[in-house]
Structures are given as C-alpha cells and as structure tokens.
C-alpha cells in the first residue's frame, strides 16, 4: 500500500500542471465545448489511477524480469544467446509498446489506412530487435557507444536523401515512439542486468546506459529502408475534428476498457511467455519472488488498460481541438506560447522519465538529483513542441532543417561530454517521447496543421515526436557538460 500511496501522489504531482493548464486555456484562449471539457477531466482522473498501478508493476515486475534476464543472458556466454534473446526480446518489446500502437492508429487514421497500423508496427519492431542485438553486442564487447551513434546516425544521414518527406517525420516519430512506458523499463534492467556482471564498476556504469538510445535508431532505419526499396505512391491526409463524446465519456471510457483490453493482452503476453520460458530453463527464481512478480504483471496489464482507455475516451481530443482553435484564429504567438508550456509540463506525466530519473541517481549514487534532471528535460521537450507548432505555420521550414544540425551537435558533443552523460541523454531522448507525447501532444499539432491552410497533415502533423527525441538529447548533454566543468572546478579549488 505504501508503494501505491506514493506512486499516487507522485503521478498527481505530474499530471496535475497539465489540467491546470488546459483549464486555463480554456478559460482565456479557447473555450471548450462542456462535454469536452469534462472528458479531458474524467479522462485526467482515468490517468492518475492507471498510470499509479502501472509504474507499481514496473517496480516490481518489468524491472526485476529485465534485470534477471540480461544477467541471464550474460552468465550464458555465448554469443548466439545474445543474439537470438536481442532478436525475440527487441521484437516483442517493441510490438508490445502503447506509443507505438497510438503512433499506428493515428497514421492509419490520417492516411485513410493507406499506410496500416499493423504495418508500422511490424516494420518497427524488426529494425528494433536487430539494433537491440548490436546494443547487448556493445556492452558485452565494451564497444564504444559513441562510435555505434555515429555509424548508426551517419547511415540514417545518407538514407535520408533517398527518403520521401512523409516517410522521413514518420520514422523519426517511430523511433521515438516506440520507447515509451514497456520498452525503455525493460532495456534499462536489461543493460543494467548485463552491465553489472563487469568487474570494472566504471565501465558497468556507463555501459548502463544507451541500449534504448541505439534500439531506436533501428525504428528509422527500418522504416527509411522499406521507403527506399518499396516506394508509394503520394500521400495524402486530413484529420476529422471532434468537438466532444457524442455518446458521452462514461459510454466511450466502458467502450475503450473493452478494446485495451483485447490490445495489452496481445501486447504483454510476449513478454509473459518470454520470461516464463527463461524461468523455468534458465532463471528458477524462488517462488515468493515469483509470485511478486506474477503480480507486479498484473498490475502492469490493469495500469495500462485503465490509463489507455482514459487518453483515447477524452484526454486525447482537447489537444486537437486547442491546436486546431488556436490555428484556425491565426493567434501564432499563443500557439507557440501554448505548445511550449504544453511540452514543458507534458514530460512530468511521462511514465518512463520517472523510471530514467530513478536510474540515473542510483548509477550515481544520487549525485544528481531528479529534479535537475527532470527541469533540463522539461526545456528540451518545450523547445521541441515550439519548433513544431513552427513548422506548422512557417511555410518552407521542414524537418531536416532541425534534425540534421541537432543531431550532428548532438554526435559531436558526444566526443566531450563524459561517456556516463553520453548514454543517459540518448536514452532520455527516447523517454521523452512517450504515451503522453504520442497522444495528447501528437494530437494538439495535427489539429494546429489541421487549422492551418498552408500546412499539409501528413507532412507538418508529423515529425514532432522526432523533435521530442532530439532535444532532450541535446539539453541533457548540455547540462551533463555543465555538471562536469563545475565538478573539475570545484576539484581545483
């Protein structure tokens, strides 16, 4: 009780910035239609309790099982165990993912199923599992984690030239999707598990951190190199605006309980019948701890659910209606001011930041706090939603013009922050960009390139996650550089 009492109150502290927000475009920017109004309300509420039990199972489930099992497969030493337990585990984690799932749906929606969701899901998780095998590879062999960005990045770069511009923002929104609340808990212990077999406790430190960073370069490549090789024809999309639950949110909420149902199951069952199998072949944990975990999945299965349900039966749908309010009223500057303060507080109900948050002051012993963290990633994430509601509205400015100097900083800087920092900044780039991005985030700026005339859905409503991934890439190393010029300072006096 006392693990849910404090996930509870630590979950309101998140979500709560957010309703206040909203309530406060509602009532000096855009008022919202009732119904919608307490949707969002209701649909918050569904949040806080879903998102509670959620984080409770990670604790006591997802972590532990990634955990054991990357011992698991390190105590094998054998690389073809790596390999194929990179492949299945990579695969599954990813096809398991609600962002992704959300990122899917919505793409079927805006494309008239000219591009499935089960398409992109599919895609997706083969080019993660592949780069999660190269990721278990690195820390086995203590690879350099910059030198496998560069080349990982260098290739992107020059597929990106082949790449159509409705391709190119929806596989930097896959990637950055597909890390969210399932997959970035689990490859953390999964490195952390490998990692802390090392006797170097240094190199164990840094190795981890960016399994997550590399396993969402794959989410790119893949969907660059089915773009290249299996061209389309051009795209086309529009985005329908609803102004609130026709049939009511209580109808929509029983209505979205039913179908999240049938979806983690299929999405969580891999990850059941994975570890039962390590369990009983490799593993044999006692059976208390068994039994802690059985239940820990539970809550996990229940958490999702409940949480799923309240984003897609009223949460999701004021985003669209603001970004499209604000766009069809021309109020450019509100809706930047608006998309920035979106995305400074939308980062606090990330499930998964908590779980990095965590990490990162056990890894260092809580030299660093999570506050810090947390307000450097808050930037990152505002900054990122302002250059997209930008790209909406500024006619020319495409997604290239951000992510190819980003990321070209972001490479380079990772030749002179330290190595620890390096790694943490790339996962949380992958973090970031989850559940809460991928929808209520996802759907305010297809509504403001909805709203908007010269924008085109498809192209300008997508390529945000992309930037949600990069900047707190960027902003985490700024301050990881910070952090150790000061610490070299005070060493000197």
Do not use: C
Not at 405 to 430: N, Q, R, W
């Amino acid at each position: 009780m006392n693990a849910l009492k404090e996930r509870f109150f630590e979950v309101l502290r998140a979500v709560l910035p957010i309703v206040v927000l909203v309530i406060l475009i509602h009532f000096l920017l855009v008022p919202l239609p009732s119904s919608a109004l307490f949707g969002f309300l209701m649909g918050a509420v569904a949040i806080i309790i879903g998102m509670t039990i959620f984080l409770v199972g990670i604790d006591i489930a997802i972590t532990p099982i990634g955990t054991n099992m990357g011992k698991g497969i390190a105590l094998s030493n054998k690389v073809i165990v790596v390999v194929l337990a990179g492949l299945i585990l990579g695969f599954f984690i990813s096809a398991a993912e609600p962002s992704l799932t959300v990122l899917g749906n919505q793409i079927g929606t805006v494309t008239g199923n000219a591009i499935s969701s089960m398409f992109i899901i599919g895609v997706v998780s083969i080019g993660i599992a592949v780069m999660v095998v190269i990721g278990l590879l690195r820390i086995v062999y203590s690879l350099s984690l910059i030198y496998v960005l560069s080349i990982a990045y260098g290739i992107i770069f020059i597929l990106s030239f082949f790449t159509s511009s409705e391709f190119l923002s929806i596989a930097f929104d896959a990637s950055g999707a597909t890390t969210g609340s399932v997959t970035v808990p689990f490859l953390l212990a999964l490195s952390t598990g490998i990692a802390g077999l090392k006797k170097n406790s240094k190199t164990s430190e840094e190795d981890s951190f960016g399994l997550v960073a590399i396993a969402s370069t794959g989410a790119i490549l893949s969907v660059m190199i089915v773009n290249i090789f299996s061209p389309m024809e051009e795209l086309t999309g529009s985005l329908e605006i609803s102004v609130g639950a026709e049939r009511g949110f209580f109808t929509n909420f029983g209505s979205e309980l039913i179908s999240q149902t049938l979806d983690v199951f299929i999405a969580i069952a891999p990850i059941v019948i994975i570890f039962s199998l390590f369990q009983k072949f490799k593993l044999k944990l006692p059976r208390r701890q068994l039994k802690r975990i059985w239940k820990g999945l539970g809550y996990v299965f229940v958490g999702l659910i409940v949480f799923l349900a309240g984003v897609n039966a009223g949460f999701m749908n004021v985003g669209s209606l603001i970004g499209f309010a604000l766009a069809e009223q021309n109020s450019i500057i509100m809706l930047f001011v608006v998309g920035f303060s979106l995305g400074f507080v939308s980062i606090l109900a990330e499930p998964a930041v908590s779980v990095l948050t965590k990490q990162i002051g056990n890894v260092t012993s809580g030299s660093i706090k999570p506050a810090a963290i947390l307000s450097t990633l808050s930037i990152g994430v505002g900054s990122a939603i302002l250059f997209s509601t930008m790209r909406v509205v500024i006619e020319g400015l495409e997604l290239w013009h951000f992510l190819l100097p980003g990321y070209l900083l972001a490479v380079g800087l990772s030749f002179v922050v330290p190595k620890v920092f390096v790694g943490m900044a790339f996962d949380a780039g992958g973090v970031a960009s989850g559940p809460m991005t991928a929808t209520f985030i996802l759907a305010f700026i297809q509504g403001a390139a909805q709203g908007t005339p010269s924008a085109d859905i498809l192209i300008d409503g997508f390529g945000m996650i992309a930037l949600v991934a990069l900047m707190p890439i960027l902003s985490l190393q700024i301050f990881g550089l910070i952090y150790h010029l000061r610490s070299v300072k005070l060493n000197k006096n």
